[in-house]
């Protein structure tokens, strides 16, 4: 039975007095029948940006039988400050905040739970292990425990091109939109200026901090896993970066915890693709009611980890489904995973790095989009030293991190090695199964850099990703290796040659378990009203490969448009976003390597209207790295705030 819903606007004051706004959706009897809370925290404004989602969510759960709560962080949608980098020690004392208000307003039971999606999930697991004492549980969504080497900056010690300066624009656009006026009347303007001019652009602190140190270590959660008590339901997918955190997370916390893998990109499980979603709200609420009302519902029973195995199919930048079947282990790490060696034999070889291997890697942080993931992977295969076994001969399932194992040489100083395991089909399609990359100078450890020495042979260890794949007979597994991979990787100042003594492919191999047929089946995704807009123009995002094969410069560019959307009733608000991501480099040329990104962005009501304009660009040459940004605001027509600064960054074995 489902309960009515009452929904109110209000503000948290955090412990220096700063307001924070809030979105809460109540059972309309909750003062006289108090219920646990549940909190989403993040930055992306209640407002407007998920304004959509936040009502197909929250009012599901409220009608259940809780208090769900959406928060703009400080100095973002309608909150008061500054926000001036993630994952902040301010931010997570405001979320403990946050938490210790709702546990003591008359309609909560003083439980609460948090859950969220990418930078909700981060903050989750972060807040967790400062113990709140009123936090029972969270769901943790597409969100890493180690924020160096699993997330969008660096990756093994790479700095990541395709990722790194693009999301910090984002941010840059995001914490550059003002708060509403129906929220703070002429205060506004005083509070938007506020923000322009104190949010820095979060690349520049990025860049500053190159090798794992304390920057990073801050809000990795993996640094002492033992803080986090309470439960954690860890949840990605496997088209997803982010789920190389889960099973990490199930085998160093020691709080009851489990964990979902699905065959879905960065987004919620019931909405996801690729598919089959699954009813997730419904999933969660077990999870909330057993540890935020106590009942027995046998929300923890069943494996500790649930991971969707998919089976092999034609090479796609986007499916609706993946064909496959849930499995089930009831630890992890789980004993019944075997290592399953493949030594290669066609060695030494070598190779030198094509700058432009890499563009046909798809996006890093897939969101389930036209254009996200990688095609037939043949053309990259070609620039790359590939190894490969023969046509199997029987069916091998493989869960786990995949690994290879490389005794290797390289001619400079600094370079890196990526490596991508493929499947591939009889017709020679390559199928794209797990990606990962190592810089070579952190080969002693990323807290370390050490200059490569020209010609002496190195051993070293590059873990894949987490991946659930049947390799099936009559299909070839594939290594392929390289020194360049862009533009998930920045390249190395020089080109790099690149020479293979040995190699071998770690899989981790899972035996069939009888058991998975006994799996009890995820409920159909819950319907919910959605939110009224009205929407005009946009189109689906993409992303185009353009050669010059004249100057040798390949350019990726990558397009959204979400056109303008107003938010019903008529009161609501009205925006505006488009961005555009270019990727360009020369083939035999390292330096010229050139991200830049823009973002406009317009948020308005009848008369008035604010935009936002944004220009970034990162470059580097031998010794350093450049970043350039701009920021511009107009009211109206009028340009209210204009600012362009510039920063160099030495290089740190990159």
């Not at 960065?266 to 540890?291: N, S, V």
């Not at 362009?644 to 990159?654: L, W």
Request: glycine share 8%; with cysteine.
């Amino acid at each position: 039975m489902t309960r009515d819903v009452t929904t109110t606007d209000t503000f948290i004051a955090a412990r220096d007095g700063c307001r924070l706004a809030a979105r809460i959706w109540r059972p309309a009897d909750a003062d006289n029948t108090p219920v646990p809370a549940i909190l989403e925290y993040i930055p992306y404004r209640k407002n407007d940006w998920t304004a959509p989602r936040d009502a197909a969510r929250h009012p599901w759960y409220a009608a259940r039988g809780y208090a769900a709560v959406r928060v703009d962080l400080r100095g973002s949608g309608d909150s008061a400050g500054i926000l001036t980098d993630e994952y902040l020690p301010l931010e997570l004392d405001d979320g403990c905040d946050v938490i210790a208000w709702l546990a003591a307003q008359p309609w909560c039971t003083g439980a609460v739970a948090m859950i969220g999606k990418s930078w909700g999930g981060f903050n989750a697991l972060q807040i967790a292990a400062l113990r709140p004492p009123a936090l029972r549980a969270i769901v943790t969504v597409c969100s890493t425990d180690d924020r160096y080497a699993d997330d969008v900056h660096y990756l093994g010690g790479c700095l990541m091109g395709s990722d790194m300066l693009p999301w910090a624009s984002t941010m840059l656009a995001f914490n550059a939109r003002p708060p509403d006026p129906a929220t703070w009347g002429e205060r506004w303007r005083e509070l938007w200026l506020e923000r322009l001019e104190g949010s820095p652009p979060f690349v520049e602190e990025w860049l500053r901090h190159q090798r794992r140190d304390a920057y990073w270590r801050h809000g990795s959660v993996c640094e002492d896993y033992a803080a986090i008590e309470c439960a954690v339901y860890a949840v990605g997918g496997l088209a997803d970066p982010y789920r190389n955190a889960i099973p990490r997370l199930l085998a160093g916390l020691s709080c009851p915890r489990k964990g979902l893998i699905g065959p879905w990109a960065h987004t919620y499980p019931d909405e996801g693709r690729p598919g089959p979603a699954i009813g997730f709200l419904q999933e969660t609420e077990r999870f909330f009611a057993h540890w935020l009302k106590g009942e027995r519902n046998g929300a923890m029973d069943g494996p500790m980890l649930r991971v969707f195995l998919q089976e092999p199919v034609p090479p796609l930048t986007a499916y609706d489904e993946r064909p496959g079947r849930w499995v089930g282990e009831s630890a992890w790490p789980s004993d019944r995973i075997v290592q399953r060696r493949f030594a290669f034999a066609d060695v030494p070889r070598a190779i030198t790095g094509t700058q432009s291997h890499g563009v046909l890697a798809g996006t890093f942080v897939a969101w389930g989009e036209p254009a996200d993931l990688p095609p037939d992977q043949r053309p990259e295969d070609a620039l790359c030293l590939t190894f490969e076994t023969p046509p199997l001969a029987d069916r091998l399932e493989v869960l786990g991190t995949p690994t290879v194992e490389l005794e290797l040489e390289v001619d400079r100083p600094a370079a890196l090695v990526a490596a991508r395991l493929g499947d591939i089909a009889a017709d020679g399609a390559s199928l794209h199964v797990a990606r990962g990359a190592h810089n070579l100078t952190h080969r002693d450890g990323d807290a370390t850099p050490v200059a490569c020495r020209p010609g002496e042979r190195m051993r070293v260890v590059v873990p894949l990703s987490f991946t659930a794949h049947a390799f099936v007979p009559g299909r070839r597994i594939r290594i392929a290796l390289s020194p360049t991979w862009w533009p998930h990787t920045w390249p190395s100042p020089d080109p790099v040659r690149l020479t293979v003594h040995a190699a071998t492919l770690i899989l981790p191999e899972r035996p069939p378990d009888p058991a998975d047929a006994d799996l009890e089946p995820f409920a159909a995704p819950a319907q919910a009203p959605p939110l009224a807009v009205e929407r005009r123009g946009g189109f689906p995002s993409t992303r185009i490969v353009e050669r010059d094969l004249a100057s040798g410069r390949t350019r990726v560019v990558y397009h959204a448009d979400w056109g303008s959307h107003r938010l019903l009733p008529a009161a609501g608000l009205e925006c505006e976003d488009w961005n555009t991501d270019t990727f360009e480099i020369v083939d035999g040329d390292p330096l010229s390597a050139r991200v830049t990104c823009e973002w406009e962005v317009a948020v308005g009501r009848g008369d008035w209207r604010t935009r936002i304009r944004t220009w970034s660009e990162l470059t580097a040459d031998r010794d350093a790295f450049h970043v350039v940004n701009r920021l511009r605001a107009y009211e109206g027509d009028e340009l209210v705030f204009d600012r362009e600064q510039a920063v160099t960054v030495p290089r740190d074995g990159i």
